[in-house]
C-alpha cells in the first residue's frame, strides 16, 4: 500500500475574522481549529504531515508541533501556499492530501474515501471533495461535464452567472497523486480577478495534460469553511451537537442537551447525569453516577464517582474532586484536593487546599490563600468541622476531627480533635432595644 501525506494549508492572512491571532487558532470547542484537524489526519496514520504558514505565525507553529513548518513568505493563495510545501514533500511518493486550517470539522473516513477514489486509477491525478451547502455562499463551484466528470474549480470571484448557480462547491479538501503534484502546482499562475494563485487551477491544468480529475461528495456539515466569526459559532455549533450526541451514546443523560456546553476532550464515565445549563471547559473527567447540577462551570477538575456538584459551582483548574462528595450552590474550587465524602455545601472559596475526607465545611468558609503576592496552602483534617462565615488564613492548618467554630478567622494552626474559636466576646445589655425603640417614637412625634 503507498503511503499518505498532509498538507495542511495555514498561513492565510483571515482578514475576515477582524483579528490580531492567526484565523487557524481561534478554537472549536477549546481547542484551536488547526489542532482538530491535524487530530483527524493523525488517524489516518501519514507518513509525513507538512503545516503551511505565514513567517510571522509562531503560536500556530507551536501548536502543531512535532508537524513539519513549511514557510510561506506571502500570502499569495492556495495554490502558492502548497508550492511553498514542494520541498519537504521531494522524495515523497504516494497520496498528498491538501487540507485547509480553516476547515476543521472533516472526518478521517470522508479522508478515506477520497484515497480511495484516487487510487482507483493511475490517470487519476486529482480528486476534490465537493458538497453541497444550504447556502453556497462564496466558496468555489465544481464544473462538471455531461457525464459527471469534474473538468474545473471555478472561484467565486471569478464566475458568471451561470457556474455561480452551479450547487456543487469546492470544500478545498483535496487527493493528489505526489508523481504529478509539483508539475501541476508549477503551472499555476494568477491570472484571475483576486491576482492570487489559485490551487483550484490544477484541474484543469491536470486535465490539460491528459490526466483525468474525480471529485466525491462530503457531508455539509463537515465541511463548513471558518472565514469569519459567524462561521466559527457555526461550526462551534455542529461540534457540539456530536459531542453531546457521543455522550448520550456513551450512557450519560443530558436533560437539556442543547444547553450543555463540551470541551473537545470532556470525559464522562456511565450514567453521569447532566442539568440544563452546565458548561465544560478543557480538561474535566466526570466518573460514574455523578450529577452536575444545573448552571455549573467547570475546567480542568477530575471528579470521582458519585459526587454531587452544583448548581451554580465552579470547578477550576486543579480541581480534583474524589467520589461521594457534595459541591453545593455558589462554591468555587481551584487547585485542591476535596477528599471522599467532603462536604462544601454552599458559597465557599476553596482555594490551594487540602479537605480531608468526610470533612464539612460550613457556608461562607473562605481560604484566604493570597496575600497579594504569594500563595499559600490550607490543609483540613479528615472529618473536621469548619463552622460557617470562617475565615482560613493559609498557611493553615486544621487537624483531623477538629472543629471551628462559626465566624472564627484562624490564622493559627488548630490541632486534631480541639476547638479552634476565634470571636470577640459576646455581649448582652438588657431591654436596650426597647428603650432604644421607644426614644425613637418620642423623636418622631
Ligand atoms: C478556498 C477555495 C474555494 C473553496 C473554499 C472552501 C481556493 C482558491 N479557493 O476559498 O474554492 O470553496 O476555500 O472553504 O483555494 N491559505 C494559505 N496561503 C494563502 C492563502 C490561503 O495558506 O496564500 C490558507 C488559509 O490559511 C486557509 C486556506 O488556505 O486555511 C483557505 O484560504 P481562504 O483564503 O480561506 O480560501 P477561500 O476564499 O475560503
Ligand atoms: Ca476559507
New binding site residues.
Partial sequence: MSAIAAV???????TRMKSAK???MHEVGGRPMISHLLGTVGALDPAKVVV???PNMETVQKEVAPAEIAI?Q????????VAAALDSLAGFSGDVLIL????PLIEAETLRKMIAKRRESAKCAVVVLGFEPDDPL???RLVTDANGNLTA?V??ADANAEERAVGL????VMAIDAAHLADLIKAVDNKNAKG?????DIVEIAIKRGLTCAYVKGAEDE?L?V?NRAQLAEAEAIAQSRWRAAAMTAGATLIDPETVWFSHDTKLGRDVVIEPGVFFGPGVTVGDNVRIKAYSHLEGTTIGEKSQIGPFARLRPGAEIAGDVKIGNFVEVKKSQIETGAKVSHLSYIGDARIGAEANIGAGTITCNYDGYDKFKTDIGAGAFIGSNTALVAPVKVGDGAIVGAGSTISKDVAADALGIERAEEKQKAGWAKRFRDLKKKVRK
Fill in positions: 495542511v494549508l495555514a498561513a492565510g492572512a483571515g492567526p484565523k487557524v503551511v504558514t505565514s510561506q506571502e500570502a499569495l493563495g492556495t495554490g502558492h501556499a485547509y486550517g480553516d476547515t462564496e466558496y468555489g474549480i472561484e467565486f462547491c469546492n470544500s478545498g492570487e494563485y489559485y490551487l483550484t465541511l469553511g472565514n
